[in-house]
């Protein structure tokens, strides 16, 4: 495999760490507020929160689906949840409060409390899957390197930032490069499915409407033509009709 370039591989180490060690400082939280010998329990009482949100989620959802599993199938295991599901849990089964401006936007470097950082960790996170050429400018890498460790620092503990700091400056070998462009092309995929999906389901809606507009020329159709056989039965036009009764009335006055 031909090397990396320097862009390249920031674009591989910022994957490694929003994939690999932020989700697990994520979960460390998670574990401290929703203990895992009680996680069962704790999420059943929410069930019927969890269930509502699931059924909007699912009718807003093009696919049709949501990240919320069926719980009372499987036990809930926080190793198997990512952190989208990690952060649905908080926000609706606890009380915390929510970054300043959501936990959709980026928090402002002021903000350090847990849903701060959990959120943080959430932007960036999407921001590289949605990056097309699997590069990272350096001046953004540092910055933005700098904002998630602080966060899984805080998250997560002193160790999980000391391999943070090792993951930034060490050798990457041949499996870390071909791993993460394979994920790379494969969220290329992913992306290139639903322009398509989204392509077709517009063109549907324009079908439907064309066959709407369809069912509409033809009742108008069918009535003008209802309209024309009823006056082709009359022999006597209703407006020569009006005058001879007109006319009439007053031959009799």
Same mark, same amino acid.
Not at 75 to 103: A, E, H, Q, W, Y
């Given at each position: 495999?031909?090397?990396?370039?320097?862009?390249?591989?920031?674009?591989? #180490?910022?994957?490694?760490? *929003?994939?690999?060690?932020?989700?697990?400082?994520?979960?460390?939280?998670?574990?401290?507020?929703?203990?895992?010998?009680?996680?069962?329990?704790?999420?059943?009482?929410?069930?019927?929160?969890?269930?509502?949100?699931? #059924?909007?989620?699912?009718?807003? !959802?093009? =696919?049709?689906? @949501?990240?919320?599993?069926?719980?009372?199938?499987?036990?809930?295991? @926080? %190793?198997?949840?990512?952190?989208?599901?990690?952060?649905? *849990?908080?926000? !609706?089964?606890?009380?915390?409060?929510?970054?300043?401006?959501?936990?959709?936007?980026?928090?402002?470097?002021?903000?350090?409390?847990?849903?701060?950082?959990?959120?943080?960790? %959430?932007?960036?996170?999407?921001?590289?899957?949605?990056?097309?050429?699997?590069?990272?400018? +350096?001046?953004?890498?540092?910055?933005?390197?700098?904002?998630? /460790? @602080?966060?899984?620092? #805080?998250?997560?503990?002193?160790?999980?930032?000391?391999?943070? !700091?090792?993951?930034? +400056?060490?050798?990457?070998?041949?499996?870390?490069?071909?791993?993460?462009?394979? $994920?790379?092309?494969?969220? &290329?995929?992913?992306?290139?499915? %639903?322009? =398509?999906?989204? @392509?077709?389901?517009?063109?549907? +809606?324009?079908?439907?409407?064309?066959?709407? /507009?369809?069912?509409?020329?033809?009742?108008?159709? /069918? !009535?003008?033509?209802?309209?024309?056989? +009823?006056?082709?039965?009359?022999?006597?036009?209703? &407006? $020569? #009709?009006?005058?001879?009764?007109?006319? /009439?009335? $007053?031959?009799?006055?």
């Amino acid at each position: 495999m031909a090397s990396l370039s320097v862009e390249e591989e920031n674009y591989v #180490r910022m994957s490694l760490l *929003l994939t690999g060690i932020s989700p697990r400082a994520a979960r460390t939280f998670f574990d401290s507020e929703f203990a895992p010998a009680c996680l069962d329990s704790t999420i059943k009482k929410g069930y019927n929160k969890l269930f509502d949100l699931k #059924r909007r989620i699912e009718s807003t !959802n093009h =696919s049709g689906t @949501s990240c919320i599993p069926d719980f009372l199938v499987n036990v809930p295991d @926080s %190793k198997t949840f990512d952190l989208t599901l990690m952060i649905l *849990l908080l926000r !609706n089964l606890i009380p915390i409060t929510p970054p300043l401006c959501g936990f959709d936007c980026l928090p402002s470097a002021m903000e350090t409390t847990p849903a701060a950082d959990l959120a943080r960790i %959430k932007h960036y996170r999407n921001y590289l899957a949605h990056l097309d050429d699997g590069k990272l400018d +350096t001046g953004f890498f540092n910055t933005a390197w700098e904002d998630i /460790t @602080s966060a899984i620092d #805080r998250l997560g503990g002193q160790q999980m930032k000391q391999e943070c !700091n090792h993951l930034k +400056t060490k050798p990457l070998d041949q499996t870390n490069q071909e791993i993460m462009m394979d $994920i790379k092309h494969s969220n &290329n995929e992913i992306r290139e499915l %639903k322009e =398509s999906f989204e @392509s077709l389901k517009l063109s549907h +809606t324009e079908m439907i409407k064309s066959h709407e /507009t369809l069912q509409d020329d033809h009742r108008k159709v /069918t !009535n003008e033509l209802e309209i024309m056989k +009823t006056s082709q039965k009359d022999t006597v036009p209703w &407006n $020569i #009709r009006g005058k001879q009764f007109g006319v /009439t009335s $007053i031959h009799y006055i």
